[in-house]
């Protein structure tokens, strides 16, 4: 079975720092998707970043970028210059994303 | 706009009732998900469908069931099994089998209470 682990189950940084958020997984297949997925109080599920394993190039979405560790199956997500907004629960998603991580809770602070 | 719709938002349960969960897309997708979600916890799968008329059981089928029957529709019925209910459901959905390729969709969520 495929799993992900986050290793940081809650965090706190200032407004305007930057936050790295940890991701590991395990897979055998080697073409393969990876994604980051934002909870905020309202509980609504979003889809924030999305890695393509055969990609060189970390994705980037606006404040959002990923570090891909392709070798090391690590996928951790970058939040720069965080905004109060940004306070969620964050899941990583392995490849075949259908078993989630634990998450991490992200506290933005004013 | 295309979109999942989970109904009700809040749901009451007495003890030993069934109750159903319901989740409608627009967006075509084959394959769809109900995950429970408890305090402070992460998502736990309780069944997903990649195709109309056939479903899997995920890690905590137990006191659940879902139907199929259209592609649109993925009806989650808690039953009086289920000992322990109260929490947030969330359904989704993807393009593909199991999100691997566009990840997924998913609804605003059921929060279930016993009482």
């Known amino acids: 079975a495929q799993t992900v682990t986050q290793s940081q189950p809650e965090m706190s940084v200032q407004e305007a720092e930057t936050v790295t958020l940890s991701c590991t997984y395990d897979?055998?297949?080697?073409?393969?998707?990876l994604f980051w997925y934002k909870q905020p109080p309202s509980r609504q599920m979003i889809l924030v970043i999305r890695?393509?394993?055969?990609?060189?190039q970390n994705a980037t979405e606006n404040r959002f970028s990923v570090n891909f560790q392709k070798a090391a199956k690590s996928f951790s997500l970058k939040i720069s210059d965080s905004q109060l907004g940004d306070t969620a629960m964050y899941f990583c998603?392995?490849?075949?994303?259908?078993?989630f991580g634990k998450g991490t809770r992200l506290h933005i602070l004013p | 706009d295309g979109g999942i719709t989970q109904s009700p938002k809040y749901l009451f349960r007495k003890e030993g009732q069934n109750v159903t969960l319901s989740c409608e897309q627009n967006?075509?997708?084959?394959?769809m998900y109900w995950y429970r979600q408890d305090p402070g916890q992460g998502l736990r799968l309780i069944y997903y469908?990649?195709?109309?008329?056939?479903?899997q059981k995920g890690d905590i089928a137990e006191g659940y069931s879902v139907s199929r029957e259209k592609k649109e529709s993925f009806p989650l019925t808690v039953t009086s099994a289920q000992k322990n209910p109260t929490a947030f459901y969330l359904c989704?959905?993807?393009?593909?089998?199991?999100?691997?390729?566009?990840?997924?969709?998913f609804g605003s969520g059921t929060r279930l209470t016993v009482v």
């Open positions: 989704a959905s993807s393009i593909d089998e199991q999100g691997n390729r566009y990840g997924y969709t």
């Open positions: 897979t055998s297949e080697n073409n393969y998707y």
């Open positions: 890695q393509e394993a055969y990609k060189q």
């Open positions: 998603a392995p490849p075949s994303g259908i078993i």
């Open positions: 967006l075509n997708h084959d394959a």
């Open positions: 469908s990649q195709i109309v008329n056939d479903f």
